[in-house]
């Protein structure tokens, strides 16, 4: 599939609605500009909430700050710290 958008003279383009529904993105949203071979690609970066149940990253955060305060205090008791 090929788009074609206009740039403005601030350098910013809109992508259309059809885009945007396809790939769930909102406002504010972010998207990588990556240099290929082939040209620019637009890639969107999805944060952990819009690919997990909210929940689900509130509990994995979670559980990462569990771990992460426990490896800190094993390595205070080894010393390592």
């Known amino acids: 599939m090929s788009i074609i958008v206009k740039l403005t003279s ?3 383009i809109t992508l ?3 885009l945007r529904e396809k790939y769930h993105l909102s ?3 972010s998207v990588a500009i990556v240099e290929s ?3 620019l690609l637009i890639i969107p970066v999805m944060p952990l909430e819009k690919l997990v149940n ?3 990253a509130s509990v994995s955060a979670a559980i990462c700050r ?3 305060e426990e490896h800190r205090k094993d390595q205070e008791r080894d010393g390592s710290l």
Do not use: R, S
């Open 10 to 12: 601030g350098g910013m």
């Open 16 to 18: 259309p609605a059809k």
């Open 27 to 29: 406002p504010g949203d």
């Open 37 to 39: 071979p082939d040209g």
């Open 54 to 56: 909210v929940d689900e």
């Open 66 to 68: 569990e771990l992460i």
